[in-house]
Every structure is written in structure tokens, then in C-alpha cells.
């Protein structure tokens, strides 16, 4: 936990995917604070099992496989695995962030590219190692969720690269127990909700009701970064929000705890 950081009492919605949400839960729970799981998004198959496939058998084709997400990072090298053993020699590995670099680790993968700080496509377009000179010609596979952002692939296609996607799984809403979370609301039991995509914040406006967006909207927000920002300005929210600049949980954390330093403080001299 950051130094002075005091979240004791807090209540915090976690919002990942029930199987990512452990890691946080506990981390809040560490930090004195009353984690309340609620998973707004959940990770399944792709619709076509058979285009990943086809991709796949043709890796060795590619100079380079950039891994969007560890979502991304599971799903696709554990099918590589099952249908190739490895990945080819002498294809290079990017990875959107460190956590999907460290989930590659994991699997025993190393990422040969990724940005050092910021998680998205802009800081990985960035790096020397994606310039027009470093990637005219190649050949490129992007694993992904279905319907990501198109802004890698295209800026890509316009260094002169030839760039193909391999999507991995897709995004659902789950079935979850709305009315726990409205209760906790009714109760005040919540300070804060955290959210670390696009997609989970729009499934949990949605899940919550007309009677859950009343106090979502003036709950205070952790979100991963801008575009999130954006889309809760866009629907309406009246809560701070505080972006985190990344998805791993020491950057929520962090956030998270900065948030109640603040909150805290504002609290003190009123």
C-alpha cells in the first residue's frame, strides 16, 4: 500500500470479472477496507473457435504477436498451446501492458515489447519498436476480445504493416445479485466503485436499474483510464472520478488510496 494510505471502513465495489477480482479483494481487504464483489463483466469463448484456430496455425508466419489484454494473454496462448505446444522461434512479443506482460511471464512467455508505464495502444504506438521503419513489411497478429478498438491495427496498416487480429474471447454481461448492491447503496455502505473497462462500466449502468443509476451517478469512480473517464462523463456521472492510469492492482490501489487521502482531508477541514 502507498505510504499513509488509510482505507479503513471503506467500502469499495470491484467490478472485474469474478476469476481477476481476487487479487484486488484481498488487497483491499489488507488495507482495512470492505471490498464488495460485483462482477459487471465476464470473459468467454469467441464466437468462432475455428478463425482463432486458422490464425493460430499460421503464427509462424508472423514477425510479431501483441497481446491486448491478460484476458487476451490466457485465452490465446492457452489455445496456441493446445494446438502448436509453443510459440514459433524468433516471433517477437509485445504486450499492451505489464500486466498482460506479466500474465505472459506467467505462462511462461516473455514479452520482448512494452511500454513502461501507461496500458493501452497509444503508449505501445509510441515505442521505437512499432515505428514506420521498425514495422513497414511485417506481419503482424493482434490477440484480442471481439470488437476491440481498431486504433493499433490501423495505425499499424498505415506504418506499411499487415496486420491480422486473433480474437481470443468475447465480453459478457453476467448474471449477478443487483439487489446485494442495491442494498449496501440503501445502507450507505458504499464509498467508492472501481472499473476497468469501457465495457463494465456500461454493463453495470445497465445491470443497476433506474433505482441502482441514482446512486451511481453520484458515487465517486476508480477507472483505468481516460476513455473511461469520458464515457462516465458521457452517462452522466456526478461523482469524482479518479483515474488509476492502468489496470493492475497496485495502480488501483494506489489510486484508491489517494482518493481517500483527499477525501479524507476535505473531510478533516469541513
Not at 497481446?67 to 524468433?90: K, Q, T, W, Y
Not at 453520484?218 to 464515457?231: C, F, H, K, N, W
Not at 452522466?236 to 484508491?256: K, P, S
Amino acid at each position: 500500500m502507498p505510504e499513509g494510505a488509510d482505507l479503513r471502513g471503506l467500502g469499495v465495489v470491484v467490478t472485474r470479472p469474478a476469476h481477476q477480482a481476487r487479487g484486488l479483494v484481498e488487497a483491499l481487504e489488507r488495507a482495512g477496507a470492505r471490498p464488495i464483489a460485483f462482477p459487471a463483466l465476464e470473459i468467454v469463448p469467441p464466437r468462432d473457435l475455428a478463425a482463432l484456430d486458422a490464425v493460430i496455425d499460421r503464427l509462424h508466419e508472423y514477425d510479431l504477436a501483441i497481446f491486448i489484454s491478460p484476458n487476451a494473454v490466457e485465452h490465446a496462448v492457452g489455445r496456441i498451446r493446445a494446438r502448436r505446444g509453443d510459440l514459433p522461434e524468433g516471433l517477437r512479443v509485445a504486450a499492451v501492458g505489464r500486466g498482460s506482460a506479466r500474465e505472459l511471464k506467467r505462462l511462461g512467455v516473455a514479452a520482448d515489447i512494452v511500454p513502461p508505464a501507461r496500458a493501452d495502444s497509444e503508449a505501445l504506438l509510441a515505442l521505437p519498436e512499432l515505428q514506420e521503419d521498425a514495422v513497414r513489411g511485417r506481419r503482424v497478429i493482434i490477440f484480442r476480445g471481439e470488437g476491440g478498438r481498431e486504433l493499433l491495427a490501423e495505425t499499424l496498416r498505415a506504418r506499411g504493416a499487415r496486420v491480422d487480429y486473433g480474437e481470443a474471447y468475447r465480453r459478457a454481461r453476467p448474471q449477478a445479485d443487483v439487489g446485494m448492491l442495491l442494498r449496501h447503496w440503501a445502507r450507505g455502505e458504499i464509498d467508492l466503485v472501481t472499473v476497468t473497462s469501457n465495457e463494465a462500466l456500461t454493463n453495470l449502468f445497465e445491470m443497476v436499474g433506474q433505482l441502482g443509476r441514482r446512486w451511481l451517478r453520484d458515487t465517486p469512480l476508480v477507472v483505468t483510464g481516460e476513455r473511461q473517464a469520458a464515457l462516465a462523463r458521457e452517462l452522466g456521472m456526478r461523482g469524482e472520478v479518479q483515474v488509476a492510469g492502468g489496470a493492475g492492482d497496485e495502480q488501483l490501489m494506489a489510486a484508491i488510496a489517494a482518493w481517500a487521502r483527499a477525501h479524507r482531508k476535505g473531510q478533516a477541514k469541513a
